[in-house]
């Protein structure tokens, strides 16, 4: 299983991104969604998860209310981003397991990660 992000990028605080994971491979329309996010200095944090029919979406309370996952394929996950902060500047990624519990705390693929960069 391949996990691939593309977007993200910089923007100013109140802005909107989006970022998009595309999952190719055995088994990948199978896969939970999950998107982690890391600031420097700081640990990997869990932002939110899709499971593989596009249900079970939850959210970090951090996020909840601004970003928004959809899946719009089996193989496409994309997480938008709204009113961003600086605090949510971090690399993210996305990663997969066959099951939303899993890829919530032990996810097994994992993307490479893309910048956001949100500036005040």
């Known amino acids: 299983v391949q996990l691939v992000e593309s977007g993200g990028g910089s923007v100013q605080a109140g802005g909107s991104l989006r970022i998009s994971c595309v999952a190719s491979?055995?088994?990948?329309?199978?896969?939970?969604i999950a998107w982690f996010r890391q600031a420097p200095g700081k640990d990997r944090e869990f932002v939110g998860a899709v499971g593989w029919d596009g249900g079970d979406i939850s959210y970090s309370d951090s996020v909840k209310g601004r970003f928004t996952i959809s899946r719009d394929n089996n193989k496409k996950v994309t997480l938008r981003m709204n009113s961003l902060k600086p605090e949510d500047t971090a690399v993210y990624y996305c990663?997969?397991?066959?099951?939303?519990?899993?890829?919530?705390?032990?996810?097994?693929?994992w993307g490479q990660g893309t910048q956001v960069t949100v500036s005040s």
């Open positions: 990663a997969g397991s066959a099951g939303v519990v899993r890829v919530t705390t032990a996810p097994d693929y």
């Open positions: 491979g055995e088994s990948s329309s199978w896969l939970a």
